[in-house]
């Protein structure tokens, strides 16, 4: 069985910044695509970057030049590395990916979330 789970929310300053993590675990045979999307109160879930295991990427406009994603292929982990955080950038940050498993069909599962508060 799969599973998607996501650490590293919390709250931080306007300016601060703060590392996630998503660990995918089960019987796994590969990873083709992971990312990270988020959904803020009374908002529409949003993709924030993700990126292939042939390492490319895309990232939101409302990211480019302050966050960073990077994958560990060999311990299934994806980061995410948000700097300059906003007020606006609060919400709960759900990893996604898409996984062909050892006796599974490839499918795209999610991670339960990780709340990321931006305040003074």
């Known amino acids: 069985q799969v599973q998607l789970v996501e650490s590293g929310g919390g709250l931080v300053q306007p300016g601060g910044s703060l590392r996630l993590s998503c660990a995918a675990s089960g019987s796994i045979f590969n990873i083709s695509i992971m990312g990270w999307y988020r959904q803020a109160p009374g908002k529409q879930r949003e993709l924030v970057a993700k990126g292939t295991s042939a390492g490319r990427t895309a990232f939101a406009d409302f990211v480019k030049d302050r966050f960073t994603i990077s994958r560990d292929n060999a311990k299934n982990t994806l980061y995410l590395q948000m700097n300059s955080l906003r007020p606006e950038d609060t919400a709960v940050y759900y990893c996604?990916?898409?996984?062909?498993?050892?006796?599974?069909?490839?499918?795209?599962?999610w991670g339960q979330g990780t709340q990321v508060t931006v305040s003074s």
């Open positions: 996604n990916a898409l996984i062909q498993g050892m006796t599974t069909d490839t499918a795209w599962y």
